[in-house]
């Protein structure tokens, strides 16, 4: 990522919605999402077990102001109706966004975890660095949400529950999950504040990824 500002979402999905909702997201609404004014990117991860259907979604903003920018805004109050039959059925619903306040690394990684954080670090440029100094470690990126932004009361906000609200971002991109594992040891070993109270670690496997920088929508 390159952009200053990012937005995270996790959802579940029921098995019997799984096909809809996944040509739901790489037919029309990552396309919808990276071909609004100020969206530059999204990957989507799926959660590496069996016994749920979980999804983690990543775009990249060029700046935070893009989340409650008029045109984003103008997207989330006319929901395609295809959305309107996907929203309601996204369970264990979180989104955040806001600037992105340390990255660290080059690249991408195919394994990754998604953390949701009570407390950011009380240096994030330097827990950065240490993370992506792991064996295997592709990149780090810290962002610090923006409540007020994120919040902001628009027609699909209205069709799903409760978002929940989260300080900040940790992501950490891998090569594999043993390397992951080991960063998430370290994050623990330097920064056990941080981590103790952030939400249970996932590990995620890159599924799907739409650049506006590069696409062709034609």
Not at 38 to 54: C, Q, T
Not at 125 to 144: M, T
Not at 184 to 190: V, Y
Request: net charge negative.
């Amino acid at each position: 990522m390159r952009g200053a500002g990012f937005l995270a979402i996790w959802s579940d999905v029921a098995a019997h919605d799984l096909t809809d909702y996944r040509h739901w997201l790489t037919r029309e609404h990552t396309t919808e999402r990276v071909t609004t004014r100020g969206f530059l990117a999204s990957r989507v991860f799926r959660a590496a077990r069996d016994d749920i259907n979980r999804f983690f979604i990543l775009y990249e903003l060029e700046a935070p102001e893009v989340l409650d920018g008029e045109a984003y805004l103008a997207r989330l109050n006319a929901p395609t109706p295809w959305s309107q039959r996907i929203m309601p059925k996204l369970g264990n619903f979180m989104r955040g966004g806001g600037v992105m306040v340390a990255r660290a690394g080059r690249g991408e990684g195919a394994t990754i975890t998604a953390l949701r954080l009570e407390k950011l670090p009380g240096d994030p440029a330097e827990f950065a660095r240490s993370l992506v100094a792991c064996d295997g470690i592709a990149a780090v990126q810290i962002g610090a949400t923006d409540e007020a932004r994120t919040s902001v009361p628009t027609a699909e906000k209205g069709m799903r529950k409760d978002e929940g609200f989260f300080a900040g971002l940790l992501l950490i991109e891998a090569l594999d999950a043993a390397s992951l594992q080991a960063a998430l040891q370290q994050a623990r070993a330097i920064a056990p504040d941080v981590l103790s109270g952030a939400s249970e670690p996932e590990m995620y496997q890159a599924m799907f990824g739409l650049d506006a920088r590069i696409a062709d929508f034609g």
